[in-house]
């Protein structure tokens, strides 16, 4: 049984940061490739972050050089530090296996960036 919580949204300026955990149970994640997925309201949600099995890292160029995926194996949590966050980065964040499996989507967690 694998179980995926995220946390750590909210409301922040632009410019601001945040860092968004994803708590795992029933499985290691050390064993699997993860990624940080969003959602803009009104479309399709997109890939933004992948923490590869090996330890290396993809990121969607819009969020390159800002946000940062990375894993606790002792917490079994995977996190996403976003830095310098821009107005389309407003969205519901999830996380997932990568590629993600259609049975693990959460709740996500909201992250709004605005004045």
């Known amino acids: 049984q694998v179980q995926l919580v995220e946390s750590g949204g909210g409301l922040v300026q632009p410019g601001g940061s945040l860092r968004l955990s994803c708590a795992a149970s029933?499985?290691?994640?050390?064993?699997?490739?993860m990624g940080w997925y969003r959602r803009v309201s009104g479309k399709q949600r997109e890939l933004v972050a992948t923490?590869?099995?090996?330890?290396?890292?993809n990121y969607a160029d819009s969020v390159k050089g800002r946000f940062t995926i990375s894993r606790d194996n002792a917490k079994n949590t995977v996190y996403l530090q976003m830095n310098s966050l821009k107005p389309e980065d407003t969205a519901v964040y999830y996380c997932?296996?990568?590629?993600?499996?259609?049975?693990?989507w959460g709740q996500g967690t909201q992250v709004t960036v605005s004045s």
């Open positions: 029933g499985r290691n994640l050390r064993l699997v490739a």
């Open positions: 997932n296996i990568a590629p993600p499996n259609n049975g693990l």
């Open positions: 923490l590869n099995i090996g330890g290396s890292t």
